[in-house]
């Protein structure tokens, strides 16, 4: 057979009419266990002529962050309830192509690095990034001091005396741009005085424009289409080591971006969610249609965030073994340098009730805060996707530090950010037309 095999990619696919003439009435006709020939044509391979929308993806994605503006902060260092309201979306477009792309193992895997960047989308945004401002958590502050929770009580002391001096409070307020992008931090610049190596700049997504981080190795699917699209290693690595279960420590599935075609809805998705530091599954619910193309729905069910009291497979992600948060949060400060964050779903969606009342302000529902990917069944696209997570960061009580003599302990959310994107009119179309013929 003559290698002119179609890649589709995540929300492009781009020789539509090969696949008309190749597997599209291969797939027509076949069963699940006779189709290996004709699956043949879907594989990361380099003659491809998709391989290029591969390389670079087409469709837009964009991602919309939200902000949780905190509006009454001496109440919350007084010990009571915390209430924010939510700002946003400030929305980036997110460019990710495909380099330094090399095959591997006689064409069977294929190494890459994805790096990112981001363009501010002002249309579809509610201000100005670089103007709005967002009061919450000190971040830099809170890490601080929770590494200090290690050392003595003097230690400690001096550097609370030393941010009272400064009047470093709580909570902070900064512009969008600069909570993302990055700011000069009085905390950290006094410690980068002392110590070099600690950086006195402090962003969320500071460093991620455009910097060369997430080395893959995915399988190209020669061997067997189940495997096509799968990631081997990440970073150099074929399992993570800091959670403190085999089965949670397993980097499974693909990227998220692709799936293995023949798609049925008994099957879970395994996706590795680096932003998370593990993977997870997703399972059919729905059938859908996008563009009038039909589509199977797929979401992650409540058990992937549920507590190991509801679901042991989960106990291998409380680190130190043993020590768990309840239903619908994931501590990752092992993936975080020891930082204190907590990730879930946005205003806590699916997470036990205590997590949701403990801050005024939160409205968790399925539309705007559940996560999604609706796949096409036959090539294993993906049409449309909602990906959505909120970082959270853990306040408490640190002796030393009076002015956190009040706080409650709680799980306090700073941002959710929403990935989103749709296949285009003009692949939408043609993947119409390719379906039309199967
Ligand atoms: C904080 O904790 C105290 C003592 O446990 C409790 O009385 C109070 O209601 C809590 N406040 C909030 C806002 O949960
Ligand atoms: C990727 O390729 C560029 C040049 O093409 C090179 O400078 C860079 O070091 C490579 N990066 C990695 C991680 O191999
Ligand atoms: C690559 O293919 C050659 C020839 O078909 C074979 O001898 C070799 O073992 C293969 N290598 C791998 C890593 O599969
Ligand atoms: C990211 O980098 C690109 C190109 O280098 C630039 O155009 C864009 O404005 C940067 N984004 C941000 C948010 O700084
Ligand atoms: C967030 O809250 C701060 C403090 O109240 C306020 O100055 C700011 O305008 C709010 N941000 C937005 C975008 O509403
Ligand atoms: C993980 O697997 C290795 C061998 O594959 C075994 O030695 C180790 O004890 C296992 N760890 C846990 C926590 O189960
Ligand atoms: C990885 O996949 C295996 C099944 O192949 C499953 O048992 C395990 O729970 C999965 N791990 C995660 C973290 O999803």
Request: with cysteine; aromatic share 12%.
């Amino acid at each position: 057979m003559t290698r002119r095999s179609c890649v589709i990619y995540a929300t492009g696919i781009a020789c539509a009419h090969l696949l008309m003439a190749g597997i599209a009435p291969v797939l027509a006709q076949v069963s699940q266990t006779t189709t290996h020939r004709g699956l043949k044509e879907i594989t990361l391979t380099e003659k491809s002529q998709v391989f290029e929308s591969w390389k670079n993806p087409p469709s837009p994605v964009y991602v919309e962050y939200y902000f949780f503006n905190v509006t009454n902060p001496e109440e919350i260092l007084a010990g009571e309830k915390a209430s924010v309201k939510q700002i946003g979306p400030y929305t980036y477009r997110e460019y990710r192509p495909r380099e330094n792309i090399t095959f591997l193992e006689n064409g069977t895997k294929v190494y890459a690095i994805e790096p990112k960047s981001y363009v501010f989308v002002p249309e579809k945004s509610v201000g100005d990034p670089e103007v709005d401002l967002v009061r919450t958590v000190n971040i830099p502050l809170v890490v601080v001091m929770n590494e200090l929770n290690s050392y003595s009580f003097f230690l400690r002391s001096f550097v609370s005396m030393f941010t009272r001096k400064l009047g470093i409070e709580l909570f902070m307020t900064c512009t969008v741009h600069e909570i993302l992008w990055g700011f000069k931090d009085p905390i950290l610049a006094k410690i980068h005085s002392m110590k070099p190596e600690v950086d006195e700049y402090f962003g969320l997504m500071r460093k991620k424009n455009g910097t060369r981080e997430g080395e893959f190795v995915f399988y190209t699917g020669e061997k067997n289409y189940l495997d096509y699209g799968k990631i081997d290693t990440w970073n150099g690595l074929r399992q993570m080591s800091w959670w403190s279960s085999n089965q949670s420590n397993m980097i499974n599935g693909t990227d998220g971006t692709l799936f293995h075609p023949l798609i049925n809805r008994n099957e879970l998705l395994y996706i590795f969610a680096a932003d998370l530091c593990r993977s997870i599954h997703l399972a059919y619910v729905d059938d859908v249609k996008v563009k009038g193309i039909r589509a199977y729905r797929f979401v992650p069910p409540s058990d992937v965030l549920m507590s190991p009291t509801d679901n042991p497979n989960n106990a291998g992600f409380c680190v130190p073994a043993g020590d768990c948060l309840g239903t619908g949060v994931l501590k990752i400060s092992v993936c975080r340098q020891g930082a204190p964050f907590v990730v879930s779903f946005p205003h806590f969606y699916q997470a036990d009730p205590m997590y949701i009342n403990a801050i005024d302000g939160l409205s968790p529902n399925r539309e705007e805060h559940e996560t999604y990917i609706d796949v096409q069944p036959t090539t294993g696209v993906p049409i449309r996707y909602c990906k959505r997570t909120q970082l959270n960061i853990i306040l408490k009580r640190v002796q030393g530090f009076p002015q956190t003599k009040f706080i409650n302990y709680t799980i306090f959310p700073i941002m959710f950010v929403n990935k989103a994107a749709t296949i285009d009119d003009d692949a939408a179309s043609k993947m119409r037309t390719l379906l039309a013929l199967t």
